[in-house]
């Protein structure tokens, strides 16, 4: 089977508008963007592809300060997975092309998504290769 | 079997079921298990229906779109939850996003079991709601008050 | 010019089996903008993840969509598997495409009698969903299920398909492939079916690369672009092109899904000519460190699985991203400057399954 290479490089969070802009004027395709909550921060991936290969983003955004700069205006299909991490995980974002505030998802409580997971025990040692493959 | 002199017709919502339990009432609807024999009709219109089918979960948005489309039916109406993510909240019954099954929202008559549940056991659960439907229909004929509404408490 | 007037579309809607809410503006009978809004059917499994280990979270993952139920199994396994170096065997991979290309005939199968009852075509609505009750007896008979099958999970696939019944499979697959051509024909002939596609909710290629469009969507606006040529299981093996067409209308993506059904007899026919005797799983053993962006494609189009493991049997984080969200914004777009009697067609032309959309 094959494993795809997957290749992480990590962007401060004032620089993600900028970069996204780069990566649309090379004629990349906007994949997803995935939010993971850590105890004091939201790690974010923002994925690209152009021709089969795949390209991530990763962006440690704090939970405090300046809120995450927003892709709209390079990727306007950015809307959709800004509004989830803003609904789901209570990303602050700012210069949303589209913004719902709050109301692309109708939920019970809000933010559900902001706390990390909590797993069965922690982990006996950090995983050393964070990307299979390379 | 159960009989019903009129042709019962039937109003389908997805409460926020996986779809899987979705198809399965539509393909009841199509050639080869074709309830249409019986006389159930597929209808958009609660004003029109006799049958609530309800498939999934209830979650937070559709509580009350469940409570609406319930309130519009005309008496006597029977109310059929489908699959266990309808009895129970089956598989999502954790997940923060769902409350439970059907009946913690609407009273359910008939409960079908299943994940998804199949084509036959959901005619079967309908053909069981229609014994229920005549004899809520007999009840409201000899003089029985309709039952209030459904309020949503929130 | 006339008054704006706004329609709300759905929650419950009769073309639509699930439940999505549109605002509508509309001046006379054109829609000027469309204004999506979703979670009816959130129902937040990703966090489930926490609750259920990595092997129970095979069958939440098949869960999420009961339409490409399959393919949501196998996405979920591919990514732990990518985490974990577990090299699934031959067969185990050949039974999964085989499978996965089965369902791609039943969505597509679905979703064009969908189509057909969204434009009042009743007769070939039935018509198609008859013929998708022959491939479910098929994907009953290998798997035990019709519409979750449960047959994948880490590590291989669960059951086997024997020799005799492979036989039998591939028969009742070619006199199925003879039959689906009168309901095809049909929608590529017809010319009320033309009438109602034609020129409708047309995407160009750029806007197609920009909005995000993935599967069909993508391969109708003339972008040859199929996860399947990735490689993921043993795609390579098989001879394999991108169906591509050019004018990114319904019609386009009606003609994209129709030749994927041949396209998919077709890969199974492959399937089971390269497949050999052997074992279908191996012992998984462990917990999954590391993370993984396994990209599929469904019968929707490209769809993605994060999983981020911490050694542990829960993962940290499991994410989905499927084919009919990143179709959400061109679908907004092409809900401009349209009338509303096109509305239901162009919605059913983005095939979509709300239930995934929102997990």
Request: glycine share 8%; aromatic share 8%.
């Amino acid at each position: 089977m094959m494993i795809e290479n997957q290749p992480l490089e990590t962007v401060e969070p004032a620089k993600i508008a900028e970069y996204a802009a780069a990566k649309r004027a090379g004629g990349w395709r906007l994949v997803q963007i995935s939010c993971t909550s850590l105890a004091d921060a939201f790690e974010l991936t923002y994925s690209f592809d152009k021709d089969y290969a795949l390209q991530n983003a990763r962006v440690i955004q704090p939970r405090e300060g300046a809120p995450l700069p927003s892709i709209t205006a390079s990727y306007l299909a950015g809307f959709t997975y800004e509004n989830e991490l803003q609904d789901l995980f209570g990303v602050r974002l700012s210069g949303l092309a589209l913004d719902f505030k709050g109301q692309f998802y109708r939920l019970r409580a809000k933010t559900p998504m902001s706390e990390p997971h909590v797993t069965t025990k922690p982990a006996a040692k950090p995983a050393a290769n964070p990307t299979p493959g390379n | 079997m159960s009989f019903f002199k009129k042709s019962p017709w039937l109003l389908h919502y997805d409460a926020s079921s996986c779809n899987g339990c979705d198809i399965e009432v539509l393909a009841c609807l199509t050639p080869v298990y074709d309830v249409e024999r019986f006389g159930i009709v597929n209808t958009g219109n609660p004003k029109h229906a006799d049958i609530l089918v309800i498939t999934g979960s209830v979650n937070e948005p559709t509580r009350e779109v469940i409570l609406n489309l319930y309130n519009q039916m005309p008496h006597p109406k029977v109310v059929v939850a489908v699959g266990v993510c309808a009895a129970t909240g089956g598989i999502f019954r954790d997940t923060y996003n769902v409350l439970g099954g059907v009946d913690t929202v609407l009273p359910v008559d008939v409960y079908v079991p299943g994940c998804a549940a199949r084509p036959e056991a959901i005619i079967d659960g309908v053909v069981k709601a229609l014994g229920i439907l005549e004899t809520k229909a007999a009840a409201l004929k000899a003089g029985a008050a309709e039952p209030a509404a459904v309020e949503g408490s929130k | 010019m006339g008054a704006r007037t706004i329609i709300p579309f759905g929650p419950q809607h009769p073309v639509l089996p699930e439940p999505i809410h549109l605002d509508l503006v509309l001046e006379d009978e054109k829609v000027v903008e469309a204004i999506p809004s979703i979670g009816f059917i959130h129902r937040g499994l990703e966090r489930l993840a926490e609750k259920k280990d990595i092997h129970e979270m095979a069958y939440v993952s098949e869960r999420i969509c009961g339409i490409c139920s399959f393919t949501h199994g196998m996405g979920y396994c591919t990514a732990i598997e990518a985490v974990m170096k577990i090299d699934v065997p031959e067969r185990g991979h050949y039974l999964r495409m085989i499978w996965s290309e089965m369902s791609r005939i039943h969505s597509h199968l679905l979703w064009a009698g969908l189509l057909a009852d969204g434009f009042g075509f009743e007769n070939l609505f039935m018509q198609s969903w008859r013929l998708r009750e022959r491939i479910l007896d098929l994907i009953e008979e290998t798997t035990g299920g019709r519409v979750i099958f449960g047959s994948c999970k880490i590590g291989g696939s669960r059951r086997d398909i024997a020799d005799d019944v492979m036989a039998r499979l591939l028969k009742e697959l070619a006199s199925l492939e003879k039959d689906c051509h009168a309901i095809t024909d049909t929608f590529m002939e017809d010319s009320t079916v033309a009438k109602r596609t034609r020129g409708v909710g047309v995407i160009a290629p750029d806007d197609a690369i920009a909005l995000g469009a993935v599967g069909p969507m993508l391969r109708a606006s003339g972008v040859a672009s199929d996860s399947r040529s990735l490689g993921y299981a043993l795609y390579p093996e098989l001879s394999f092109a991108p169906i591509v067409e050019k004018d990114g209308d319904c019609w386009a993506r009606t003609a994209v899904r129709v030749r994927e059904i041949y396209q998919s007899f077709d890969l199974i026919r492959q399937c089971a000519a390269k497949m050999k005797p052997g074992p279908v799983d191996v012992k998984v053993s462990g917990n999954p460190s590391g993370e993984y962006w396994a990209r599929l494609e469904q019968p929707r189009g490209e769809v993605i699985y994060y999983v981020k493991g911490n050694g542990t049997k829960n993962l940290e984080r499991y994410r989905v991203r499927t084919p009919t969200f990143a179709n959400v914004p061109p679908l907004v777009h092409m809900l401009k400057n349209i009338d509303l009697a096109d509305v239901p067609v162009i919605v059913l032309t983005i095939d979509p399954c709300i239930s995934c959309t929102e997990r």
